[in-house]
Nanobody
Framework: QVQLVESGGGLVQAGGSMRLSCTASGLFFSSKVMGWFRQAPGKEREFVAA????????DYADSVKGRFTISRENAKKTVYLQMNSLKPDDTAVYYC?????????????????WGQGTQVTVSS
């Protein structure tokens, strides 16, 4: 049974930083593209960042480029999202996802497995 478990969410002031973690079990983590998505109230789930199985390639949404960094530790089956210079618009539930295709997709439908999400709230 595949499980993706996010952690590290919470409340932070604008301009602050936060690091999210997502630990996987039940899948061959080292071969999977991993992605982070977010969903704000009343909005569709949107792409945030993705990382290749080796960590050598990454992709970011324009809205977070230069502020967020995705990374992974295959030995720990964990992917991270370091978020700096946070803004109130970053408030959302953040989800990690795994993709078996090996390509860095931005579309929600391309990802095969999802975590339950962790709430990030940025106060102004």
């Amino acid at each position: 049974q595949v499980q993706l478990v996010e952690s590290g969410g919470g409340l932070v002031q604008a301009g602050g930083s936060m690091r999210l973690s997502c630990t996987a079990s039940g899948l061959f983590f080292s071969s999977k593209v991993m992605g982070w998505f977010r969903q704000a109230p009343g909005k569709e789930r949107e792409f945030v960042a993705a990382i290749s199985w080796s960590g050598s390639s990454t992709d970011y949404a324009d809205s977070v480029k230069g502020r967020f960094t995705i990374s992974r530790e295959n030995a720990k089956k964990t992917v991270y999202l370091q978020m700096n210079s946070l803004k109130p618009d970053d408030t959302a539930v953040y989800y990690c996802a795994a993709d078996e295709s090996g390509k860095l997709y931005r579309e929600v439908r391309r990802y095969d497995y999802w975590g339950q999400g962790t709430q990030v709230t940025v106060s102004s």
